[in-house]
Nanobody
Framework: QVQLQESGPGLVKPSQTLSLTCTVS??????????WSWIRQPPGKGLEWMAA???????YYNPSLKSRANIARDTSKNQFSLQLSSVTPEDTAVYYC???????????????WGQGTQVTVSS
C-alpha cells in the first residue's frame, strides 16, 4: 500500500517561499509508472493541480504557477518537494501530495493521496 505524508509550515508570511515535502512509503518514486503531484484546495474552492514529477524524472507545471513553483525529488529519501515563491494570502490552501498514472485537477486521476496539510499565508 502506497502512503504519502506531507510536511511543511502551517504559516508563511507574504512574499516568502513556501516549502513542502512529501514522504512516500510502500513504493519507490522511481520504480512505478506514477506521476507524483502537488495539488491544493483553497478555502471554498476546487482542487488545483500545481506540479508533478514523474517516475522517470520528467517535470510538469501548471502554467499559471510555473514562474513561482519548483518541484524536485530526493530519490535517496523517497521524497518529493515543492517550493512556491512570493506567496500571497491567495496561496492559503490545504496542500496535498498525490500519486496517479496521470496528472490534472480531477481527483479521480489519483490513486493515492496524502492527508493534506493546511498552509496559511498571513503576516
Amino acid at each position: 500500500q502506497v502512503q504519502l505524508q506531507e510536511s511543511g509550515p502551517g504559516l508563511v508570511k507574504p512574499s516568502q517561499t513556501l516549502s513542502l515535502t512529501c514522504t512516500v512509503s510502500g513504493s519507490s518514486i522511481t520504480d512505478t509508472n506514477f506521476a507524483w503531484s502537488w495539488i491544493r484546495q483553497p478555502p471554498g474552492k476546487g482542487l488545483e493541480w500545481m506540479a508533478a514529477v514523474v517516475y522517470d524524472g520528467s517535470i510538469y507545471y501548471n502554467p499559471s504557477l510555473k514562474s513561482r513553483a519548483n518541484i524536485a525529488r530526493d530519490t535517496s529519501k523517497n521524497q518529493f518537494s515543492l517550493q512556491l515563491s512570493s506567496v500571497t494570502p491567495e496561496d492559503t490552501a490545504v496542500y496535498y501530495c498525490a500519486a496517479g498514472l496521470s496528472i490534472g485537477t480531477a481527483s479521480g486521476l489519483y490513486d493515492y493521496w496524502g492527508q493534506g496539510t493546511q498552509v496559511t499565508v498571513s503576516s
